[in-house]
């Protein structure tokens, strides 16, 4: 069998999904303008209020003005994860993050966050978190073949945004994940801009990702959908995204992710991962009172990264489907 070129695989996937693409960019483009009508009803974060998630965490996040979330990322850099007995780097999905954001009629906030942990960490972040008036919302695990066992614990709650960002801090301040008790870490040598064709992935996936040390990840948002959630609009920055990570090399690449769905869409999607030789990991809900209900799937592959993005590529395009078709 001759071997199949990079220039080959993107060609075809570029020639076999262009209805695909052609939907994906008229949705996206429709969602901007969605967004820009829906999002605008959750009043935004103060600059006090920022300070406050700021100060009681004791680390600066990102603010997202287009739908008036601050996330705070919360890597697990004290772990070393294997994953068959290869190294991988903590940002291929080993971060956890919490979020805050106001509800839609601005008399209170919600919180969500994703939390890494050590099976022996579970249960005591469960004590601490319900103490602290925190909810749980979800404990699984995102992977297979991981070493050391991993488990992520979703965590929510409301109220106002000084009170939320003071207790989530008091629920996690004697853990690892408290950003004072993480260790530092140095910057890699080479980082994902000069390991892999970015452009090539990005021709291929139809979206830009973002470099992050060695990894490369995508993060697409669900604005076809409006998902409400303890009174809060549910959007990509808190928790509402389908993503890919790509870590190792061009022609050995591990890739990882997870994919946000409604009921519908779940074995369609399913479907698509194994005629695309991905791994189904796991199916879970992560939140608790959305409406509709979002199920999220997670997945792992390995293979050269062009084939593993067409793959990606071809997941995505099942998302909406049955929405886009009708309006064709």
Same mark, same amino acid.
């Given at each position: ?25 008229? %949705? *996206? @483009? /429709? ?5 820009? &009508? ?8 103060? =600059?006090?209020? +920022? ?75 469960? %004590? *601490? @978190? /319900? ?5 749980? &919302? ?8 991981? =070493?050391?066992? +991993? ?178």
């Amino acid at each position: 069998m001759s071997k199949i070129t990079r220039r080959e695989v993107i060609t075809g996937i570029l020639g076999s999904s262009a209805a695909a693409l052609i939907l994906n960019q008229r %949705s *996206s @483009a /429709q969602s901007t303008e969605k967004m820009k &009508s829906t999002v605008g009803k959750t009043p935004p974060l103060t =600059e006090s209020e +920022i300070t406050a998630i700021e100060t009681a965490i004791g680390k600066k996040g990102k603010y997202v003005e287009a739908e008036s979330v601050y996330t705070v990322p919360l890597p697990r850099n004290d772990l070393k994860v294997t994953i068959k007995g290869e190294s991988v780097p903590i940002s291929f999905g080993f971060g956890g993050w919490v979020s805050i954001k106001k509800t839609i009629d601005g008399k209170s906030a919600v919180l969500m966050s994703d939390t890494v942990l050590l099976q022996e960490e579970v249960n005591p972040l469960i %004590s *601490s @978190a /319900q103490a602290n008036s925190l909810e749980i &919302s979800a404990i699984h695990n995102h992977f297979f073949y991981e =070493e050391p066992r +991993i488990f992520y614990m979703h965590l929510h709650g409301r109220g106002d945004v000084a009170t939320l960002a003071k207790n989530y801090a008091s629920a996690i301040k004697e853990t690892k994940l408290f950003p004072a008790n993480q260790p530092s870490m140095a910057p890699p040598t080479r980082t994902a801009k000069e390991i892999f064709d970015l452009p090539a992935l990005d021709k291929i996936v139809g979206f830009a990702g973002a470099v992050n040390g060695t990894t490369y990840k995508y993060m697409v948002g669900r604005s076809d959908q409006t998902i409400t959630g303890m009174g809060a609009e549910m959007t990509a920055n808190i928790g509402l995204n389908s993503w890919a990570a790509f870590a190792g090399s061009p022609e050995a690449a591990h890739i990882a992710g997870d994919i946000a769905m409604i009921e519908s869409e779940v074995n369609a999607v399913i479907r698509s991962l194994r005629s695309n030789n991905l791994e189904v990991v796991a199916l879970h809900h992560h939140m608790l009172g959305d409406m509709p209900k979002i199920i999220f799937l997670h997945y792992y592959g390995r293979g050269e990264a062009v084939k593993l993005a067409a793959g990606f590529r071809t997941v995505l395009s099942e998302l909406g489907k049955k929405q886009n078709e009708m309006k064709m």
